[in-house]
Structures are given as structure tokens and as C-alpha cells.
């Protein structure tokens, strides 16, 4: 059922964020793509009282902490690997179908700059 639940999310030219409601790594994710992804294909679903999900995504990912974050099917990590992903960010938003929008406006942190 938690498999259906996530896999029901993670769509192609989306991306997808699994969070804890006030987590400040949630939260910071969630700022960062927002400024460089169309609206409408970003999403945040909440999954605080969910442990089925929360172990769910835990045993698939490998990773013990939200946020998890897909870009379209593409599991990348959490906050840190989103932040550490760089130039690489762009061409597999790209790569996945994600449309754009205000990338002369990201940081170079984001990896967009240059």
C-alpha cells in the first residue's frame, strides 16, 4: 500500500518532495526548486503520521531522513545531495521532463548559474 502511495506520486516532468510538516531540510528543498521549476510540476506531499510511507521510502532509498527527493522517477537523495548536485541539477531536470522557469535568477549553489 506505502508503494502505491509513493509510486502514485513520482511522475516524468515532475518533481516530487516526501516531507515531515515543519522540518527546516523540508522546507529548504522546497525553496530551492521552487524558484527554478514551472509551477504546477513541483509537489510536496506530507508525510508526517505516515510510517508506512516513512519506512517505505526508507527501505527503497536507503536513506533514514526527509526530505526524499524524486526528479521524475529519479530518486536523488535529500537536501544535502540536492545542494551538492550542482551544475548536474539542470540537464537532469531537463533530462526528466521538468520544465524550467527563472533560471537566471537560482544561485550557483543550485547549480545554474554560469
Same mark, same amino acid.
Given at each position: 500500500?506505502?508503494?502505491? =502511495?509513493?509510486?502514485?506520486?513520482?511522475?516524468?516532468?515532475?518533481?516530487?518532495?516526501?516531507?515531515?510538516?515543519?522540518?527546516?531540510?523540508?522546507?529548504?528543498?522546497?525553496?530551492?526548486?521552487?524558484?527554478?521549476?514551472?509551477?504546477?510540476?513541483?509537489?510536496?506531499?506530507?508525510?508526517?503520521?505516515?510510517?508506512?510511507?516513512?519506512?517505505?521510502?526508507?527501505?527503497?532509498?536507503?536513506?533514514?531522513?526527509?526530505?526524499?527527493? =524524486?526528479?521524475?522517477?529519479?530518486?536523488?537523495?535529500?537536501?544535502?545531495?540536492?545542494?551538492?548536485?550542482?551544475?548536474?541539477?539542470?540537464?537532469?531536470?531537463?533530462?526528466?521532463?521538468?520544465?524550467?522557469?527563472?533560471?537566471?535568477?537560482?544561485?550557483?549553489?543550485?547549480?545554474?548559474?554560469?
Amino acid at each position: 500500500m506505502a508503494d502505491t =502511495f509513493v509510486n502514485s506520486r513520482v511522475t516524468y516532468g515532475s518533481v516530487t518532495l516526501f516531507v515531515w510538516d515543519g522540518c527546516p531540510c523540508c522546507r529548504n528543498a522546497w525553496e530551492l526548486l521552487k524558484g527554478c521549476v514551472r509551477p504546477g510540476h513541483l509537489q510536496q506531499i506530507s508525510i508526517t503520521g505516515r510510517e508506512d510511507v516513512q519506512a517505505y521510502l526508507q527501505r527503497s532509498t536507503g536513506q533514514g531522513t526527509v526530505p526524499y527527493v =524524486f526528479i521524475g522517477n529519479q530518486y536523488i537523495g535529500g537536501l544535502s545531495e540536492l545542494q551538492n548536485m550542482g551544475a548536474q541539477l539542470r540537464p537532469i531536470l531537463q533530462q526528466m521532463g521538468v520544465p524550467l522557469w527563472n533560471i537566471s535568477k537560482i544561485s550557483d549553489k543550485a547549480g545554474f548559474s554560469g
